[in-house]
């Protein structure tokens, strides 16, 4: 049963935009100019589902996940390591794994050094969108080779329509989404 966070569905409702091809575009709020005021509820909303003394590191991908992942921790106190798209020629020491994208019909890898993350982490994982869950399998794999924790994972958006959510959950994986779409066929909006 989707626990829908009204601050978030009301936004999408008004400034979301559902493309062809099952994609829906937030980039007034979301993937391109940010909305810190939004940010902040959606974050509290975070604190309010996942115990922060659960966990004591957030994880999450560049780009689009930083700016909630940071928001989280910077009100829950705890840092924030996002996985990075392109490995620096200066880090060593490197998690690496590889991660299928629908979206842009590519693979590409995320990056982790192993100095921020180990065995001794308990990890929450914060994204904007779960659709097919790579992304996701792909921070499992970073996780794994670290030796660290999976406690749990924050969306800001689930498309239920893909089966990422489904695989998660099936796992065992505390799974939270600030807002559940159950489809966006005709280009229509619709709430799980
Ligand atoms: P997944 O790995 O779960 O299949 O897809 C998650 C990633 O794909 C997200 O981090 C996001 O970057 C991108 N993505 C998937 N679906 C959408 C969508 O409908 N809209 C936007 N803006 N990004 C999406």
Redesign the pocket.
């Known amino acids: 049963m989707a626990n829908n966070f009204p601050i978030l569905v009301d936004r999408i409702n008004r400034d979301g935009k559902s493309l062809p091809g099952?994609?829906?575009?937030?980039d007034g709020f979301i993937?391109h100019q940010l909305d810190p005021q939004l940010l902040y509820a959606m974050s509290e909303e975070f604190m309010r589902r996942f115990d922060p003394n659960s966990y004591n590191k957030i994880l999450t991908?560049e780009a689009?996940?930083i700016a909630p992942a940071v928001v989280l921790g910077y009100l829950a106190h705890k840092n924030v390591v996002f996985a990075k798209k392109k490995k620096p020629s200066t880090m060593d020491n490197t998690l690496v794994t590889e991660?299928f994208?629908?979206?842009k019909n590519t693979t590409y890898q995320i990056c982790c050094s192993a100095e921020f993350l180990t065995k001794d982490d308990k990890v929450l994982f914060i994204?904007?969108?779960?659709?097919?869950?790579?992304?996701?399998a792909g921070v499992q794999d970073l996780i794994a080779q670290a030796g660290a924790e999976l406690v749990g994972m924050g969306f800001l958006i689930e498309?239920s329509f893909?089966n990422?959510g489904q695989m998660l959950r099936d796992q065992g994986i505390h799974v939270e989404s600030l807002a559940t779409i159950a489809s966006l066929d005709d280009c229509k909006i619709t709430f799980a």
């Open positions: 099952g994609i829906l575009k937030v993937n991908i689009s996940g991660v994208s629908f979206t994204d904007d969108f779960l659709a097919n869950g790579k992304a996701a498309k893909q990422g």
